[in-house]
């Protein structure tokens, strides 16, 4: 039985969301009915500390176990490049008319751009675009933004279907009249539930090593420590809070480009020893595990897989009332929504939680109950049945009923 050949493209591999949901949907695909091919840049822009780039490799690895084959194309770059995207452009041409797939699927913003006008140049029977969340706020400036607004909306003629990860995300490009309606289909992204709902850590001997004070609450985040993830506003509300309960550590788990500004920000609001930076670590789970509330103060987000994660561990939420977020988090049921970019408001949630102990655990364990719905298994399953409906609407149907 001849199997159906789809082609991921994605601009970089990291720990990130958009990797990672990529990586599981490349992985989990029936290989007994899906021939998968990964192309992928090099990552070179993600700034990864040694550990971070060792566990991308290792994940990388488990994708190929996992029948995935994988061809990295230097030029593929997130940044616009006029030299390495038109070079890229010509290599995807070129990989796609020797592979000749029935499916394109791209991921994010620059990748689905050059991928889809590829697939389009070379007739790609099933074009289908999963954006991660969207560049319409928080990233770029006003013309920038308006200029890839206008690459979407042109892109989007030439895409079968467009994956949102939350119905937010979907009402966003429906807001900027990026394509119609009937072309969005909503998967959520997901995640290998069971290290973070079964986790076995003792979190009294992590506090320990972290060298977090007995006593204290623990406020904490993770995420790439970039503008639009909105840490700077977190560090904010964390000078109001210590002033207040200066029995409150609060833990940053990750890394990037606002580091120094971060650590210089906590040392000029007179709390170094209260806000640990911990960088990239590959035992997410068991540090998150320590934490007595989570933050996600994000200034745009897709869906914010870190989310389900905290869920998982019972943590209850503060966080942006943003993107796709008050998809996850239902204010007032399992955490609390505030203002993107308010750091009075995030300080004000964030000390209500810290006051109210029966009201974190209330909420974290209505988090558990929410988690559940976002396994990693849920949402191959989902995707494979989108391209099961594509194929059957192309009818395309070798490799799905042998004929």
């Not at 061809?71 to 593929?76: D, E, F, N, S």
């Not at 309606?181 to 959520?188: E, L, M, N, P, Q």
Request: aromatic content about 6%.
């Amino acid at each position: 039985m001849e199997k159906i050949k789809v082609i991921h493209i994605i601009t970089r591999l990291d720990k990130g969301g958009s990797a990672e949901n990529t990586l599981l949907t490349a992985g989990g695909l029936d290989k007994q009915i899906y021939d998968v091919l990964l192309v992928k840049g090099l990552s070179i822009e993600s700034g990864m500390a040694e550990g971070e780039a060792g566990a991308v490799e290792k994940s990388i690895r488990e994708a190929e176990k996992e029948g995935v084959r994988i061809i990295t194309v230097p030029g593929l770059i997130r940044r616009i490049s006029p030299f390495y995207d038109f070079k890229t452009f010509f290599a995807l041409i070129k990989i796609l008319r020797y592979e000749r797939p029935h499916i394109i699927h791209t991921h994010t913003s620059k990748a689905g751009i050059l991928g889809r006008w590829a697939a389009y140049f070379c007739r790609a029977p099933i074009i289908i675009h999963t954006p991660h969340g969207h560049v319409f706020w928080g990233y770029f400036g006003r013309l920038k933004t308006a200029f890839y607004i206008i690459l979407e909306k042109i892109t989007a003629n030439i895409t079968d279907k467009i994956i949102a990860l939350t119905e937010q995300e979907k009402n966003d490009h429906l807001h900027f009249r990026i394509a119609s309606g009937d072309k969005f289909s909503v998967v959520h992204s997901g995640i290998k539930l069971d290290k973070f709902s079964n986790l076995s850590a003792d979190p009294a001997t992590m506090r320990r090593k972290l060298g977090i004070a007995e006593g204290d609450l623990v406020v904490g985040t993770t995420g790439r420590l970039t503008p639009v993830k909105g840490h700077r506003h977190l560090i904010e509300a964390a000078g109001n809070i210590v002033d207040a309960r200066p029995n409150t550590t609060f833990v940053f788990l990750g890394d990037g480009e606002l580091s120094d500004e971060l650590k210089n920000m906590a040392s000029r609001l007179g709390m170094k020893e209260k806000v640990k930076f911990l960088g990239w670590r590959p035992d997410v789970a068991e540090v998150m595990s320590v934490f007595d509330l989570f933050v996600l103060p994000s200034l745009n987000e897709g869906m914010g897989r870190v989310l389900v994660e905290a869920m998982a561990l019972g943590k209850p939420i503060v966080a942006s009332d943003v993107g796709g977020i008050p998809d996850l988090v239902v204010h007032g049921k399992n955490g609390c929504l505030v203002p993107p970019g308010d750091a009075q408001s995030l300080s004000a949630a964030i000390r209500d939680l810290l006051e109210n102990p029966e009201k974190r655990k209330r909420m974290g364990e209505n988090g558990k109950k929410i988690a559940a719905d976002y396994g990693a298994d849920e949402m191959v399953q989902k995707i494979a049945l989108l391209y099961q409906n594509m194929l059957q609407l192309k009818r395309i149907t070798k490799g799905v009923d042998g004929k």
